[in-house]
């Protein structure tokens, strides 16, 4: 008897000093901002989370579009800046500076009174073209640029054409491992002039 009052005696304090053992834990809340994200299963979805990441403004699903070879290419731009003597503002445009450059965009356009507004579409032109493995994706863009410290908000409109190669990685996911970007009409404000503004 004494025997079982000691074992209820012990299981008593152990039960009544210490939560329920056999409850699930609660799963611990997101560190920072989520934003809009899909598995990026088909070409155009990395298109839409780019476009998501760059409106929400979060650097780390922007990134998550693109491979670790990823290069950004603008060739018009990049003649106009060898004129200026410049050249080294589209020189060796890699993720690292990819990801740098619109750390510093987002923070900016964040923190102040600027803002953009981005509109993304299919560029009726060219159709875009979708292998097994690979993609090319034709985007049309305006950039509406503004700052409401102005009596005037609407300072700027940068436009042009994207051309995005993809490919498929691990676990079928497809990323973006080449950007070229061009003004609709050679000279015009463009997306590679916005962002190298922050090089």
Do not use: H
Request: proline residues 6%; charged residues 20%; neutral net charge.
């Amino acid at each position: 008897m004494k025997k079982f009052t000691l074992i209820l005696f012990i299981g008593m304090l152990i039960f009544s000093g210490c939560k329920n053992p056999f409850k699930t834990r609660s799963s611990a809340a997101p560190t920072g901002p989520r934003g809009t994200w899909n598995p990026p299963t088909t070409p155009e979805t990395v298109i839409q989370n780019l476009y998501y990441a760059y409106t929400e403004k979060i650097i780390d699903n922007y990134a998550m579009c693109f491979s670790d070879s990823f290069v950004f290419s603008a060739p018009e731009d990049s003649i106009e800046a060898i004129g200026q003597n410049q050249p080294e503002r589209f020189w060796n445009w890699n993720l690292a500076v990819e990801r740098n450059v619109t750390f510093g965009l987002f923070n900016l356009y964040s923190s102040s009174s600027k803002r953009y507004v981005l509109v993304l579409d299919k560029n009726q032109d060219q159709p875009d073209v979708k292998g097994d493995t690979s993609a090319i994706l034709y985007r049309n863009y305006l950039i509406y640029l503004y700052d409401y410290d102005k009596a005037e908000p609407l300072v700027g409109v940068a436009k042009g054409s994207s051309t995005f190669y993809l490919r498929q990685s691990s676990y079928d996911f497809w990323i973006i491992y080449f950007w070229v970007d061009r003004p609709l009409l050679t000279g015009e404000y463009d997306w590679a002039k916005f962002k190298s503004q922050f090089r």
